[in-house]
């Protein structure tokens, strides 16, 4: 799998997060997201999309990483988005009910919207 990280297109103070392929269980997967989530939460990041698109399987424990990082960004003020989550990969976070504790977005563009349209309408 491969992680890339980006700032947000609408906004600079969203930060990206793309993940690439399979995520499967090891150094180059789930302990890879882990470390780059944690990373940005321990740097001072609010605000996360975690754009899905490119993404064709993550292992359970993959999820479990977005709600690690889901409630430490929430404990300080934050928020994780999901977006374009399609395949297995939506089947999956579906099937264990992660869209009814994440934001899911159509598109990385919708999530880093709706990170704007809150910080306007509070």
Same mark, same amino acid.
């Given at each position: 799998m491969e992680i890339t990280v980006r700032e947000g297109s609408t906004d600079p103070e969203v930060?990206?997060?793309?993940?690439?392929?399979?995520?499967?269980?090891?150094?180059?997967?789930? &302990? @890879?997201?882990? +470390?780059?989530? &944690?990373? *940005?939460?321990?740097?001072?990041?609010?605000?996360?999309?975690? &754009?899905?698109? +490119?993404?064709?399987?993550?292992?359970?424990?993959?999820?479990? +990483?977005? *709600?690690?990082? *889901?409630?430490? *960004?929430?404990? @300080?003020?934050? &928020?994780?988005r999901a977006a374009a989550a399609k395949g297995a990969v939506w089947a999956a976070a579906s099937a264990v009910g992660l869209d009814n504790i994440i934001k899911f977005y159509e598109t990385a563009d919708e999530a880093l919207q709706s990170f704007v349209d809150e910080a306007r309408n509070p």
């Open positions: 930060t990206v997060v793309e993940l690439l392929g399979e995520m499967d269980i090891g150094p180059t997967g789930v &302990d @890879r997201f882990h +470390q780059v989530l &944690d990373g *940005l939460v321990e740097a001072g990041e609010r605000r996360i999309v975690v &754009d899905l698109a +490119q993404a064709s399987y993550i292992v359970s424990r993959g999820f479990g +990483q977005m *709600l690690v990082a *889901l409630a430490r *960004l929430r404990t @300080r003020g934050g &928020d994780l």
